[in-house]
């Protein structure tokens, strides 16, 4: 069975990026290459946070388009409630 990762990254700037990949440490690994998105490109290093398993990709992708559509408040409040430490 494939997983699905939608995850979240802590910048270099202090800045969140949410994304989605079937292989976080690889995915991680590109963004800190500077290969990964144009807005992690600038802002390396990158720092894993967060990573949810998903069954399905639709799932994957939906959390990661709630999360990038969210105020800054609201995604510390995500990640202070899933008790991961990034301040």
Do not use: I
């Not at 939608?6 to 990026?17: E, H, K, P, S």
């Not at 079937?22 to 967060?50: C, E, F, I, Q, S």
Request: aromatic share 16%; hydrophobic share 35%; charged share 30%.
């Amino acid at each position: 069975m494939d997983s699905y990762y939608f995850y979240v990254l802590l910048c270099a700037d202090g800045t969140f990026y949410g994304g989605y990949s079937t292989d976080v440490p690889a995915r991680v690994a590109t963004h800190n290459a500077g290969k990964g998105a144009k807005y992690t490109k600038t802002r390396r290093p990158v720092r894993l946070l967060y990573q949810e398993a998903f069954t399905n990709e639709h799932d994957a992708l939906s959390a990661e388009w709630h999360f990038k559509h969210q105020s800054r408040k609201a995604k510390e409040a995500f990640l202070d409630g899933k008790d991961v430490k990034w301040r």
